[in-house]
């Protein structure tokens, strides 16, 4: 498989602590302290009980498993075409939320539903002085 040219992320104030957590190759989740709900994606407030002061960023194990997957033969958006075929893959992360990512570095029938998987990161050069980088998963 070939990279993909990933876009910059951008960074709001609410997914700020993922984006700088994957910039140190760290992959950071959000945990609500009332109701224990660990979030993907980054939020103002909890999704299960609506509380926004009780939150807090914590970095990740970075492991899950393959709940679905598609082998990507044709994407026509910049960066995307070039490197396809590619897997895109939602993964159940260990700590419980599903994130959608791509599986890199390993054969297209070498992916399977249930597979185990660990995250890595994709730096990427910025004219911008941020430290951001996009997380991928790789087989385990």
């Given at each position: 498989?070939?990279?993909?040219?990933?876009?910059?992320?951008?960074?709001?104030?609410?997914?700020?602590?993922?984006?700088?957590?994957?910039?140190?190759?760290?992959?950071?989740?959000?945990?609500?302290?009332?109701?224990?709900?660990?979030?993907?994606?980054?939020?103002?407030?909890?999704?299960?009980?609506?509380?926004?002061?009780?939150?807090?960023?914590?970095?990740?194990?970075?492991?899950?498993?393959?709940?679905?997957?598609?082998?990507?033969?044709?994407?026509?958006?910049?960066?995307?075409?070039?490197?396809?075929?590619?897997?895109?893959?939602?993964?159940?992360?260990?700590?419980?939320?599903?994130?959608?990512?791509?599986?890199?570095?390993?054969?297209?029938?070498?992916?399977?539903?249930?597979?185990?998987?660990q995250v890595g990161f994709v730096t990427q050069s910025r004219d911008d002085r941020e430290t951001f980088a996009v997380p991928v998963f790789r087989l385990i």
């Amino acid at each position: 498989m070939k990279p993909i040219d990933h876009p910059l992320p951008h960074a709001s104030w609410e997914s700020r602590g993922f984006w700088e957590g994957a910039g140190r190759e760290e992959l950071v989740l959000q945990r609500c302290t009332q109701c224990g709900l660990v979030q993907h994606r980054p939020r103002g407030l909890c999704a299960h009980c609506l509380d926004g002061a009780n939150l807090e960023h914590f970095v990740a194990s970075g492991a899950g498993t393959i709940y679905s997957f598609t082998v990507t033969e044709q994407n026509q958006a910049k960066g995307f075409a070039e490197a396809c075929p590619y897997v895109m893959a939602y993964i159940t992360l260990d700590e419980g939320p599903r994130l959608l990512s791509v599986i890199v570095d390993c054969e297209l029938d070498e992916v399977a539903i249930g597979g185990r998987v660990q995250v890595g990161f994709v730096t990427q050069s910025r004219d911008d002085r941020e430290t951001f980088a996009v997380p991928v998963f790789r087989l385990i």
